[in-house]
C-alpha cells in the first residue's frame, strides 16, 4: 500500500473560509500531483510539482493555490470558499525518473456551504 | 475530441462472468497505458501497466493494447463481487497522467 496521506478526508466549510488540504508522501517521490473530481467525472489534473520549489498549473483551471517547500509535502489552498469548489481532492505522487504511475492519497472530499 | 474516452457505464454483470472494459485514445504520443480501479470514497489503486502492443496478464487480470487502434482494453475472468468499482483508463503525456472518465462496475452475487 502506497504511504500517501491527505488530511482531511471529509470537510464541511462556509462560503468564504480560507482552507488548506494537506497531502505528504513518506516515499521520497519528487513528483507531485493534485486532481480534481466530480462525481461521476473524470480525474482533471488541476497542480502538480517536479520538486521542491517547483509548482504548475494543470490542465484544468483552478482558483487553488499550492506550496512545495519540502518533498514530502504538498498542501493545496483556497483562500476564498466557494459552493462551486465543492468536489473531491486527490494529491498523488510518482518518483522521478523511471517510475511510470503514480500513487494516490485516500482523496479529501470538500464541500462548500 | 478528448484525449482518452471511456464508456461511463454503468456496466452490471453476474458473478463469475468475464468483464471487458475499454478505453480509446487520440493522441500516438502516449507510451504507457495504465488501468487503475477506484472504490468508492477511495483514492484509485493501480491495477496493471503496460507499455508495447499486446497482453500483459496478473492473475484474473489482462491489460491488452492496440496501438495500431488507439484502443485499450481490461478484461477480468471470474469476476468477483469484490471487483465492483470503478475502473479509469490512464495514459502518460508530457509527464502527466490523463484518464478517462472511468467505468462504472457492477458484479452481482
Request: aromatic share 12%.
Amino acid at each position: 500500500e502506497a504511504d500517501i496521506y491527505q488530511t482531511p478526508r471529509y470537510l464541511v466549510i462556509g462560503t468564504g473560509k480560507k482552507i488548506t488540504l494537506e497531502c505528504s508522501q513518506t516515499m521520497g517521490h519528487d513528483k507531485m500531483y493534485w486532481y480534481q473530481q466530480d462525481p461521476g467525472m473524470e480525474l482533471h489534473l488541476i497542480h502538480y510539482s517536479y520538486g521542491v520549489n517547483s509548482t504548475e498549473k494543470g490542465d484544468l483551471s483552478s482558483e487553488s493555490t499550492v506550496s512545495r517547500i519540502r518533498t514530502e509535502h504538498f498542501p493545496l489552498t483556497l483562500e476564498s470558499a466557494r459552493p462551486s469548489h465543492t468536489s473531491q481532492y486527490l494529491c498523488a505522487s510518482r518518483p522521478k525518473g523511471t517510475g511510470l504511475f503514480a500513487f494516490f492519497g485516500q482523496g479529501t472530499r470538500l464541500t462548500v456551504v | 475530441q478528448k484525449e482518452v474516452e471511456q464508456d461511463p457505464g454503468p456496466l452490471s454483470v453476474p458473478e463469475g462472468a468475464i468483464v471487458s472494459l475499454n478505453c480509446t485514445y487520440s493522441n500516438s504520443a502516449f507510451q504507457y497505458f495504465m488501468w487503475y480501479r477506484q472504490y468508492s470514497r477511495k483514492g484509485p489503486e493501480l491495477l496493471m501497466y503496460t507499455y508495447s502492443s499486446g497482453n500483459k496478464e496478473d492473475g484474473r487480470f489482462t491489460a491488452q493494447v492496440d496501438k495500431s487502434s488507439k484502443y485499450i482494453s481490461l478484461f477480468i475472468r471470474d469476476s468477483q463481487p469484490s471487483d465492483s468499482a470503478t475502473y479509469l483508463c490512464a495514459m502518460n503525456r508530457d509527464d502527466k497522467i490523463i484518464f478517462g472518465k472511468g467505468t462504472r462496475l457492477h458484479i452481482l452475487p
